[in-house]
């Protein structure tokens, strides 16, 4: 989605991010939680493999996927709302994970960031409220 409204801004009134990874983040939590990460990281690549071909494809492209979004922020002009768990479910990763993407909004001039707490990863499904309310924020910037 980065890349896209790097790439397009003209055709992007907005971005709302939910949940996403950081590229910040795998190299942390590796150095600040070098076993969990392991366990963690290792159980997400055993899952993909054994996955459907979807899978297998996004897990060979992934380290040229984060490197493309990286180098796409230049371009991110469209406004943005980055919803973010907390994560309870990668335990000691999940502060990580949050200020991840606050550090990542910070750095950003266009980005809002909103962390929504009780909840999990899939958010567009436990607080499907919150999601449409960011879209609804951005809709209305737009004059659309």
Known sequence: MRVFASMYPADVIGL?????VQEAFYPRAQREQPALF?????????RMAAGPQGDRAEMAAWD??????????LGLVAP?????SPRADLGALGPIWTDE??????RMSNVRYLRI?????????ARTEDVFRAIQELRGKSGA
């Open 101 to 106: 993407h606050r550090r990542w909004s910070e």
């Open 64 to 73: 040229l996927s984060l490197k493309e979004a990286s180098a796409s922020d």
């Open 117 to 125: 707490d009780g909840v999990g990863h899939a958010i567009h499904r």
């Open 16 to 20: 709302v991010l939910v949940d996403p």
């Open 80 to 84: 943005v709302v980055l919803l973010s």
């Open 38 to 46: 392991e366990s963690t990281d290792s159980t997400d690549v055993q």
